[in-house]
Nanobody, 119 residues
Framework: QVQLVESGGGLVQAGGSLRLSCAAS????????MGWFRQAPGKARELIAS????????YYADFVKGRFTISRDNAKNTMYLQMNKLKPEDTANYYC????????????WGQGTQVTVSS
């Protein structure tokens, strides 16, 4: 069974940086898609970025391009999200997900980590 554990959230001032980690276990992920999502109060969960574990190809939502970077460490089975130039509107609960396809609803999810950006 796939297990995902996020860490690295916290409180940061606007313009600052945070790095989120997602430790994955329970299977090999070489054929999986991994993604970072976020959900702010009263808003729908949205995909921020994703990475294909096998070849490292990435996708970014327009609102994070140039500010966030997704990466993975195969040896540690860990995915990262480096977030720079944070804005107050980036405040949300951040989740990682793993799925065999991009049908994320069928995948595994972590418990989330809160990111709060103060102005």
């Amino acid at each position: 069974q796939v297990q995902l554990v996020e860490s690295g959230g916290g409180l940061v001032q606007a313009g600052g940086s945070l790095r989120l980690s997602c430790a994955a276990s329970g299977r090999t992920f070489s054929d999986y898609h991994m993604g970072w999502f976020r959900q702010a109060p009263g808003k729908a969960r949205e995909l921020i970025a994703s990475i294909t574990w096998s070849d490292g190809s990435t996708y970014y939502a327009d609102f994070v391009k140039g500010r966030f970077t997704i990466s993975r460490d195969n040896a540690k089975n860990t995915m990262y999200l480096q977030m720079n130039k944070l804005k107050p509107e980036d405040t949300a609960n951040y989740y990682c997900a793993a799925a065999a396809t991009t049908d994320w609803a069928r995948g595994a999810w972590g418990q989330g980590t809160q990111v709060t950006v103060s102005s």
